[in-house]
């Protein structure tokens, strides 16, 4: 599973509503707000399996990298603590989540940039992400109640427009 999301269902869906007023400007806003979206959640310590689930808890962090956190911790996200789990532990990547692609019938939403700083070891955020997803902290998608609000602001903006 690759951690690029284009939640394409969810789009495809306002899209069969709205039909040819659906412009790349107003898809990439679209993104931008579900980004917004993503981000938050993920900085309040919860992920989501696949699109349109239910938001659940991150997986907790392991003993031995609470210590490393705690013994590490002026290198720390000012977003975190040593014992939370929100992906979170220079902000890299998160801060690097960009909406990457815009089509009529899509937005694609992923990490970018190689990391730097001690912590970077030459990795890109896409492949922390990746490794984030296969130990059981997937992130990358929208909950059910996020793909409501995406319509909905979505349906707002298209009413500005038409205005």
Known sequence: MSVDNDVRRVFNRIIKQVGDTVTNK???ALGEFALELIVKRTRLGYGVRKNNAKRR???????GYVKFRRDNRRDLDKTTTPKKSNLTL?????RSM???RVRKA???IAPTKRRGGKYGRGLTNAKVAE???KQGRP???LTDLEAKKVRRYYERTLR???K
């Open 26 to 28: 107003k898809m990439k």
């Open 57 to 63: 808890r991150l997986r907790q962090l392991s003993p």
């Open 90 to 94: 220079t902000g890299q990547m998160l």
């Open 98 to 100: 960009k909406v990457t």
């Open 106 to 108: 899509s937005v694609l």
């Open 131 to 133: 490794y984030q997803a």
């Open 139 to 141: 992130f990358n998608f």
């Open 160 to 162: 500005k427009s038409l």
